[in-house]
């Protein structure tokens, strides 16, 4: 299933004879992506202000110019800390990102080199904004929402200990790394349900090779696959005919030519397909379905020429079975019943 996935992602080529090459160079890659964009800024903080020259003439935290390192990091900060609050509640009814991986990332959890995680980064972060809230007697309360969500966010799991990370500690780090690389798109909350399936997959896969290196090879699975559905997470471009507004009306009009009964139903309660395909299209159903079934649904949707255009299909049939009250004990039948309608156009 793995290099199934990667040659439809278009991370490996046909020719296996290719493969090894250039995982070898992709792998050392994202390693060169975690040098420079987890353990240099972490460095870099630890040898700023240093000494008081250092703060006052050189850099310092308080530093408006937009080329500070200082002023990069707390904006870096801002994203990480939304990736952590996300990560952290990745499919919380499996206890899989929550146990730690076996195979840790050595470059930066280096015994012999206390390098700042992002965990740690998380932890020690200052929070630069406050909310003041005044009561009815007039009395002023300044507090600091995040810091107590934060404080109740990293208490929730069981700290592992030194040497030892979990399996949301590396989707953060995927996600991170893709923000800091696309900063045009960044971050959108979302993203950490579309890359918590592939790293699952290749997380769980009994060859160790593809598990050890699971963490490279999910961020450019990701990666390519964000450059087919990148515009769905982009608001500016919701109204156009590549936004997300235009696909969800598209689920509307490929249910009226394929079951119309239940499209006039829809229009006469007055039924908005932003009421339910938002989420279907943005994250690919992947909230909707059972994590195995989830991974079954791409299978077929990654394999389809026409992989969104199917998407739309197994939608219809969702909803069709949802409006039924029809139970979806075999998510086959309707990716088997989707598969039909597509062959009969």
């Given at each position: 299933?793995?290099?199934?996935?990667?040659?439809?992602?278009?991370?490996?080529?046909?020719?296996?004879?290719?493969?090894?090459?250039?995982?070898?160079?992709?792998?050392?890659?994202?390693?060169?992506?975690?040098?420079?964009?987890?353990?240099?800024?972490?460095?870099a903080k630890a040898n700023l202000g240093v000494s008081r020259e250092d703060v006052t003439l050189e850099d310092h935290p308080l530093n408006p110019n937009p080329d500070s390192r200082w002023n990069t990091y707390f904006k870096d900060n801002e994203v990480l800390l939304q990736i952590d609050k996300d990560v952290r509640r990745l499919y919380p009814d499996i206890a899989f990102f929550q146990r730690p991986t076996d195979y840790p990332c050595l470059l930066i959890l280096d015994p012999q080199n206390e390098f700042e995680t992002l965990r740690k980064r998380v932890e020690q972060t200052t929070l630069k904004s406050q909310t003041v809230a005044r009561n009815r007697s007039g009395?002023?309360?300044?507090?600091?929402?995040?810091?107590?969500?934060?404080?109740?966010?990293?208490?929730?799991?069981?700290?592992?200990?030194?040497?030892?990370?979990?399996?949301?500690?590396?989707?953060?780090?995927?996600?991170?790394?893709?923000?800091?690389?696309?900063?045009?798109?960044?971050?959108?909350?979302?993203?950490?349900?579309?890359?918590?399936?592939?790293?699952?997959?290749?997380?769980?896969?009994?060859?160790?090779?593809?598990?050890?290196?699971?963490?490279?090879?999910?961020?450019?699975?990701?990666?390519n696959l964000m450059a087919e559905i990148r515009d769905n997470f982009i608001k500016s471009l919701d109204d156009s005919q590549c936004g997300i507004t235009y696909k969800m009306e598209k689920v509307y009009s490929t249910l009226k030519e394929k079951d119309v009964e239940l499209y006039m139903k829809l229009q006469e309660q007055n039924i908005k397909p932003q009421f339910f395909a938002f989420r279907w299209l943005t994250l690919l159903l992947s909230q909707e379905f059972l994590l195995p079934d989830v991974i079954r649904i791409w299978d077929s949707l990654f394999a389809d020429d026409s992989r969104f255009d199917f998407l739309l299909l197994v939608c219809c049939l969702f909803l069709s079975c949802l409006l039924q009250d029809y139970p979806i004990s075999d998510v086959h039948l309707i990716l088997k019943k989707a598969k039909e309608l597509q062959d009969s156009k």
């Open positions: 299933r793995i290099s199934f996935i990667q040659i439809l992602l278009n991370y490996l080529p046909v020719e296996r004879a290719l493969w090894s090459p250039l995982l070898k160079k992709q792998r050392e890659l994202y390693s060169q992506f975690l040098k420079e964009m987890i353990i240099q800024p972490g460095i009395v002023t309360n300044v507090s600091s929402p995040l810091k107590a969500s934060a404080h109740s966010s990293l208490s929730e799991y069981e700290v592992l200990p030194n040497g030892c990370e979990a399996h949301w500690e590396v989707v953060e780090r995927i996600l991170f790394i893709y923000a800091k690389l696309n900063p045009g798109i960044a971050y959108v909350q979302g993203m950490n349900e579309i890359v918590g399936p592939l790293y699952y997959t290749f997380a769980t896969d009994p060859n160790s090779e593809w598990k050890e290196h699971a963490e490279a090879d999910t961020f450019f699975c990701f990666t």
